[in-house]
């Protein structure tokens, strides 16, 4: 290779970098994570079935082979025992690139009916996997592997609740 062939190809390197470092954050902070935090982490007895199978069309087939039958369960006692959870984001984080990882950090809320039970700092960490974009996923995304627990900060007391 001459020396103005490896000039435009040493040029061409940061560019292209760049184009995956902006790709990667835009899809991070899209409205694809939105939606899929609005789905899986917000719920009332009324909205858990058409959330879930909101949430479910963007999940890869293997991840909805295993989230399928806890979900049910859950959807069950959601309703029965008139469950809600909200969740806030207050920061998000890319953890990796390939496959993209990215983690939010914020509160959860609980409820049992109209009584708060629970308030903790929670995270969530979602994988994905690209995939052919469709008129049903736009986005070209699918979540792969998503993971959920209590945050390592200290918790939040309950205001109401009653020691």
Not at 13 to 42: Q, Y
């Amino acid at each position: 290779m001459s020396a103005a062939p490896r000039a435009r190809a040493a040029q061409q390197e940061p560019e292209h970098a760049n184009r995956i470092e902006f790709s990667v954050n835009t899809i991070a902070r899209s409205g694809f994570f939105k939606l899929l935090l609005s789905v899986a982490a917000n719920y009332t007895p009324a909205s858990a079935e058409k959330g879930y199978l909101s949430a479910a069309r963007y999940m890869s087939p293997e991840l909805l082979s295993r989230f399928e039958p806890v979900a049910r369960a859950q959807l069950k006692q959601v309703v029965t025992n008139r469950i809600s959870q909200f969740f806030a984001v207050d920061s998000d984080k890319v953890e990796g690139k390939d496959p993209l990882v990215v983690r939010f950090l914020g509160e959860r809320i609980t409820y049992v009916g109209r009584t708060e039970t629970e308030r903790k700092p929670y995270q969530y960490r979602v994988g994905l996997q690209h995939v052919e974009r469709t008129q049903q996923n736009p986005y070209g995304l699918v979540v792969s592997s998503i993971e959920q627990n209590e945050s390592p900060t200290a918790s939040v007391p309950n205001p109401q609740s009653k020691n």
